[in-house]
């Protein structure tokens, strides 16, 4: 058998199944270093067009939505989430943000759209449009460095709250985040688990959400990380966009101050 293609393990692959799997694993590798390669990117297109299509009984669009710079104002807007808005008097982070809008200017049935916020990947479901627009909102702020305010009272409490929850135990295994985020070197089974106190770690994971989850076959955000881990922790299902969820977010954001967005991110 000759080479056609420099690298041993594309080489080994037309030879043997064995092979194959190695040969997949380097592709897989090299996909997760481009951004033209994330499925992502096309689900940001995706949330592109709906976030500029008339929808909702009101059929409006959301480019009039304010995530804080001011109304359709949205570049470098993510990376000053989670934040205090005086109108709906909370502390939001993009995604529950994006729920206050649907619902205030397209007219949106607030319990309606819970019924339905992620894409069930033992289905192989497509992205729902909440966690499409909101890849699309966070990808305004690639490149751009997380900088949340933190001077309203409501955006230090939410801070606090969140790092008072972060070590928080409760449920039947007793664990706080804390039992599995707090310390460097920890994995369960092969994932190496994020410690939210090492800088770099906690800087290189929130600038990588939201994130197309290979395993998933789809785009997940935060808050789909947030139900994920209290499932992790036999809890129940956290509420979307609540304080509670929002909080954490605040604390990590605050933790990963300063790293700059790389979006879309690309993950197992
Ligand atoms: C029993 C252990 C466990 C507990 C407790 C736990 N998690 Fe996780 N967490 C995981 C695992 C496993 C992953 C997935 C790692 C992977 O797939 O690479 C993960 C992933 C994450 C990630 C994404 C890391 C990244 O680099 O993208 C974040 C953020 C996170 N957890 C936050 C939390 C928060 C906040 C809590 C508390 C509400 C929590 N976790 C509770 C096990 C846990």
Redesign the pocket.
């Known amino acids: 058998m000759r080479c056609m293609i420099p690298g041993l393990a594309i080489c080994l692959s037309l030879a043997a199944p064995a092979a194959l799997a190695e040969a997949s694993v380097a592709e897989y590798r090299a996909a997760l270093a481009d951004k033209d390669a994330n499925p992502g990117s096309l689900i940001i297109e995706k949330g592109e067009m709906l976030f500029k299509t008339k929808r909702g009984a009101k059929a409006e669009t959301l480019e009039k939505c304010d995530f804080g710079l001011g109304a359709g104002k949205l570049k470098g807007a993510a990376a000053q989430m989670p934040r205090y808005f005086k109108d709906t008097d909370r502390v939001q982070d993009v995604e529950s943000r994006l729920v206050s809008c649907m619902v205030r200017l397209q007219g949106f049935d607030e319990a309606e759209i819970k019924k339905k916020l992620y894409a069930d990947q033992r289905f192989n479901e497509d992205n729902t449009p909440l966690e499409a627009m909101a890849a699309y909102v966070y990808a305004q702020s690639d490149g751009m460095a997380l900088n949340p305010p933190k001077k309203h009272p409501k955006e230090k409490e939410a801070v606090k709250l969140g790092e008072a ?2 070590w928080h135990r409760y449920g039947p295994m007793d ?3 804390a ?3 707090a310390e460097d070197g920890k994995r ?1 089974r092969l ?4 410690n939210h106190y090492n800088k770099k770690d906690i800087q ?2 929130v600038s ?2 939201p ?1 197309y989850r290979v395993s998933h076959g789809a785009m997940r955000n ?1 808050q789909h ?2 139900w994920d ?2 499932w ?2 036999r809890l129940p299902d956290i509420d979307y966009g609540s304080p509670a969820a929002v909080a ?1 977010i605040a604390f ?1 954001a605050d933790q990963a101050r300063g790293v700059k967005f790389d979006l879309p991110g690309m ?2």
């Not at 994932?191 to 994020?194: E, I």
């Open positions: 929850l972060f664990f706080s985040c039992t599995c985020h369960v994932q190496a688990l994020v290189a994971t990588t959400w994130t935060m990380r947030m881990c209290h992790q922790m954490i990590q993950k197992r």
